[in-house]
């Protein structure tokens, strides 16, 4: 009975530092929303300076040596075994970060986060002006420190290539050779339906996508969206908001989760579909159990299934005629510009299948191949095989051969993402597994609860948000994304899911 005790005190002992690390940790989330929102141009190098010094403190508290000798008597006791599954996975989890980070070096992890802002606002700087030359000596920088960090990690990680201990950042247990695999075979699977669409004489027009729609109307139209979806950022208990940026990202923990768009004046679809995108990432974050706040289980599973969920909020329910049948009278309303747009004609144009140049853009079919461009080129850049100055030569033939299409300059070549200058080198695989994740999911659902598209029909989200919250949400970070993909819908990781759906969807609209 003592030692079960003892160990339960060293457990409560352990997540209590463990909180105050993710508490500092929330706090630089919200310090980089603000760098992305509000703060004033000239104020990046002293912004840079807070980074770096809140990535030192966390990194110092996340590597403090009681943490190890704390794991170390829970692990080697006796009574380790009469710990449940919550609490062993909290213990895996922890030893598993503490491990990594104690092998950084405080000062690598300060010249990253400094790096990380300077590089960030000198590709702002670069994009505008469209020059890639403005923005390579920083990128090399950062890649430099990034490639250091990712050679330490690979040990401790135990991967094959230092690209993959990266990747393990975002998608653990994943390697780069299962993402091959299955990306390759998504590929093949993506070229065949879009062969079938560019021969099909059914052919959209976008012309309703270009009508004008003042800013201040798309800003009603955003929040009429996330009221719908249940993500509130306007009554007095409000854990949300909506916020502009040039590129849309989400951020935040539990109780205060912040989303960003960009309206663009000539093109409000942008907008509607970044919200929609953004809104299933924040309904993830807000929906982890509470009992497990600040505790390693308490996180969301992984940014793959992170972006399962924005993408079923965006393509498998937002881009579905469903879902548009009850909720178009309520846009005309907010947007009278749009009071004379067919429904049909509108649904058909944001299902519109074309091959394109900017990711974000894309739609849900050729999504895919801009994925695996970057996935190849950040593989090949953390082996060597391509240097930094080679990126826009390498990026702008992968696009002629992907997709068809020739960049015109860098701007929405490669620098139209922010993710290389944020140093999120492993992450765009996340994007491809959440796709196909999402086709395993919508499968698993409908055998589930056959009626939730006709849910939709009747504006109802209830019953889907319900669906997602009980088996993906609430299990927080309690199993690696294979096991909980396994759990979810019985299969392992499997493209063809995805690619049924999108066959079906798109014969259906394309008429073959």
Not at 386 to 407: A, C, F
Not at 500 to 505: C, D, G, I, P
Request: charged share 25%; hydrophobic share 35%; with cysteine.
């Amino acid at each position: 009975m003592h030692l079960i005790s003892s160990v339960n005190l060293a457990y409560r002992e352990l997540l209590l530092k463990i909180k105050n690390a993710t508490v500092l940790g929330t706090a630089e989330g919200i310090i980089h929303w603000d760098m992305e929102t509000m703060m004033p141009p000239g104020a990046v190098e002293q912004r840079s300076e807070q980074l770096a010094l809140l990535s030192r403190l966390q990194h110092k508290l996340a590597t403090d040596p009681e943490i190890g000798k704390i794991l170390s008597t829970i692990q080697t006791s006796p009574t380790y075994q009469t710990l449940n599954q919550e609490q062993q996975r909290n213990i895996y989890l922890i030893n598993k970060n503490y491990l990594e980070q104690t092998s950084l070096p405080e000062k690598l992890v300060g010249e990253l986060a400094k790096q990380e802002a300077v590089t960030v606002n000198m590709w702002k700087r670069a994009k505008v002006k469209k020059n890639f030359s403005l923005f390579k000596g920083d990128l090399q920088k950062l890649l430099d420190l990034s490639k250091q960090a990712a050679e330490i990690l690979m040990k401790v990680k135990g991967t094959k290539t230092p690209y993959e201990a990266l990747i393990d950042n975002f998608e653990p247990k994943m390697s780069a050779n299962q993402i091959a695999v299955i990306v390759t075979e998504l590929q093949r699977g993506l070229k065949r339906l879009i062969n079938k669409i560019e021969i099909s004489a059914n052919k959209p027009s976008t012309t309703v996508l270009s009508i004008p729609v003042p800013v201040e109307n798309q800003r009603k139209i955003a929040q009429l969206l996330t009221e719908i979806l249940g993500y509130d950022t306007a009554s007095p208990n409000a854990r949300g908001r909506v916020d502009e940026t040039e590129h849309p990202f989400t951020t935040g923990y539990y109780d205060d989760v912040r989303i960003t768009t960009h309206y663009h004046p000539n093109n409000y679809a942008s907008s509607i579909f970044s919200v929609l995108h953004e809104t299933g990432h924040a309904l993830y974050e807000q929906n982890l159990p509470l009992k497990w706040k600040y505790q390693p289980i308490g996180s969301t599973c992984s940014y793959g299934i992170h972006e399962s969920q924005s993408r079923f909020y965006e393509n498998i329910i937002g881009h579905s005629a469903e879902f548009w049948t009850g909720l178009w009278p309520k846009i005309k309303k907010e947007a009278p510009n749009l009071a004379k747009v067919d429904l049909d004609k509108f649904i058909h144009a944001v299902n519109k299948i074309e091959l394109s140049k900017i990711r974000i853009e894309a739609d849900e079919v050729t999504y895919n191949l801009h994925i695996a461009i970057r996935f190849e080129i950040e593989r090949d850049l953390f082996a060597d095989k391509i240097k930094v100055n080679e990126l826009p030569e390498v990026w702008n033939q992968k696009y002629d051969e992907y997709l068809g299409v020739k960049v015109e300059d860098d701007s929405e070549g490669v620098m139209q993402d922010t993710h290389w200058a944020s140093g999120l080198y492993g992450y765009f695989p996340s994007y491809a597994l959440g796709n196909i994740y999402d086709g395993q999911m919508a499968e698993a659902m409908s055998k589930n609860m056959p009626e939730w598209r006709s849910q939709l029909l009747q504006g109802k989200l209830s019953q889907v948000n319900q669906w997602l919250r009980t088996n993906i949400h609430s299990e927080g970070n309690l199993y690696n994304p294979e096991e909980l993909v396994k759990k979810v819908t019985g299969s392992n990781l499997d493209s063809q899911p995805y690619l049924k759906y999108l066959n079906m969807k798109y014969g259906s609209l394309y008429g073959f």
